[in-house]
């Protein structure tokens, strides 16, 4: 990197789905964007169920054809199993738009994160591997740059402005203190890897599995990976999946396989193939989006909840709409939070509408089944919250039928008023 004073438009740390998007964008807008990631690639992540209204996002960075020709399955569709075992048809995404982008892929993320940055490499971004970012740089409030360990090396490098793209790690908003959990979504998970285990044939083959455990203190996902492998976690309460149940999570685990014939049966011929992993407390969001010469994406801005597979497409938007963003300002020479922030408020409005989807997907009064024979009129706005299409406030009248069941809280008021464009 040799002497970088004005050589980067742009830090992006964290090379995931988000900030390997943002740097993808920026390099495409002919930007100087320096990417550091702590880990060496491939490495292992958890999230391989991917939106179909990731499309666009794909499209744009030119990720499609390669994951066209990728080994991932096809995902078509999600389907829900009720505590008491009962299966809801497969929301098959292609029956409500018979096109391309109702379909996407089931991945696995150390292949997925791993062809995303390398697409971004080919866009023109710079990568460092290895490079652990310790600090954010500030002159008054501004970030001028990072602290950073390169090649075994601590140094600082500068830039107009800084992506925090580092997922859960969150270092900006730890290091600005802007993080809080999400009360209501006290949540813990244990998952691992399973081959030879049984996945519906034919269209729903792909599908994403949500089956509620038995005494609704939890659920597990499904997912369907390459190499006849699945995905299956476990999620509840930490005080559930953790108190007075011993220290190995691979016995939790099984424990709650027993519990819950609808897993059961497609897990009990299969092997374990991969090691057993514990998350907790993923549920957080960032009082602020942006400040001065500095942008939040991703998980490093909030994530909601496993449930519905929609951290790696907020990751995705978020990361284009802030390249485009700091694109727009540094064309301006004015990076001031309001500036950056001018992608906040859409963004913001449509992680509200799937942070309600889950509130409701928890609320034990509400069902979806229930809430269709009563309401079959909303059934399109539906799928069109299992796809993803949160950027459009229409589909939000759902939830003035939904608050039947549901008592949503008020949305989350932000530190920061954003200007729209
Ligand atoms: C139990 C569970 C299940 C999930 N299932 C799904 C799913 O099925 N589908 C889905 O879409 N989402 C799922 N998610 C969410 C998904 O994993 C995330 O939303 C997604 O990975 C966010 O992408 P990101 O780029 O923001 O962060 P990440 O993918 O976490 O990437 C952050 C990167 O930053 C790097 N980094 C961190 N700190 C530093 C530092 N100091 N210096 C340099 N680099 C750093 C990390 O090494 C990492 O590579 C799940 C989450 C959980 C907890």
């Known amino acids: 990197m040799g002497s970088d004073a004005g050589k980067y438009d742009c830090i992006v740390i964290g090379g995931g789905p988000a900030g390997a998007t943002a740097a993808t964008v920026l390099a495409d807008h002919g930007r100087r ?14 999230g391989e169920s991917l939106m ?46 018979p096109a391309e982008w109702s379909r996407t892929w089931q991945v696995r993320r150390d292949e997925f994160d791993q062809m995303m940055l390398d ?21 008054g409030d501004r970030a001028v740059g990072v602290r950073a360990v390169v090649d075994g090396q601590e140094r600082e490098i500068r830039a107009t402005v800084v992506v925090d793209a580092t997922g859960q790690s969150a270092l900006l908003s730890r290091q600005l203190d802007l993080r809080y959990p999400d009360a209501r979504l006290k949540k813990a998970s244990i998952y691992s890897y399973f081959k030879g285990a049984i996945r519906d ?20 996902w499904f997912i369907p990976l390459s190499d006849d492998t699945a995905s299956v976690g476990v999620v509840a309460s930490p005080s559930y999946l953790f108190s007075g149940r011993g220290d190995d999570p691979s016995a939790t685990l099984q424990e709650e396989f027993e519990q819950c014939p609808a897993i059961m049966r497609r897990v009990e011929k299969a092997s374990r193939v991969g090691n057993v992993f514990v998350t907790t407390d993923f549920s957080c969001q960032s009082r602020r989006i942006t400040g001065d010469g500095w942008v939040l994406v991703g998980d490093a801005f909030g994530f909601l909840d496993p449930v519905y597979s929609s951290g790696v497409f907020l990751a995705l938007v978020s990361g284009e709409w802030a390249a485009d963003a700091i694109h727009d300002a540094l064309d301006a020479d004015d990076v001031s939070a309001d500036r950056l ?4 408020p859409r963004f913001m409005a449509g992680m509200q509408l799937m942070r309600q989807m889950v509130y409701a997907f928890y609320d034990p009064r509400f069902s979806f089944a229930t809430f269709l024979k009563s309401h079959p009129e909303h059934h399109d706005r539906l799928v069109r919250l299992l796809i993803g299409d949160v950027f459009n406030d229409e589909v939000g009248e759902i939830f003035d039928a939904m608050g039947e069941w549901v008592d949503f809280p008020d949305p989350i008021v932000m530190e920061q008023e954003q200007a729209g464009p």
């Open 52 to 97: 179909p209204q990731s499309y666009a996002t794909f499209k744009r960075i030119g990720m499609l054809e390669k994951l066209r020709a990728s080994n991932s399955p096809v995902k078509e569709s999600v389907q829900f199993v009720s505590a008491s075992g009962r299966e809801s048809q497969p929301f098959f995404f292609f029956d409500r738009d």
């Open 341 to 344: 922030g001018r992608f906040g």
């Open 201 to 220: 044939e034919g269209r729903n083959a792909g599908a994403t599995i949500i089956i509620h455990t038995p005494d609704r203190n939890g659920w597990f």
């Open 33 to 46: 964007v320096l990417v550091l990631e702590r880990h060496r690639f491939p490495r292992h992540h958890v």
């Open 119 to 139: 697409n971004a490499a080919d866009h023109g971004a710079e990568i460092r591997f290895g490079a652990r970012v310790k600090s954010i740089l500030f002159d």
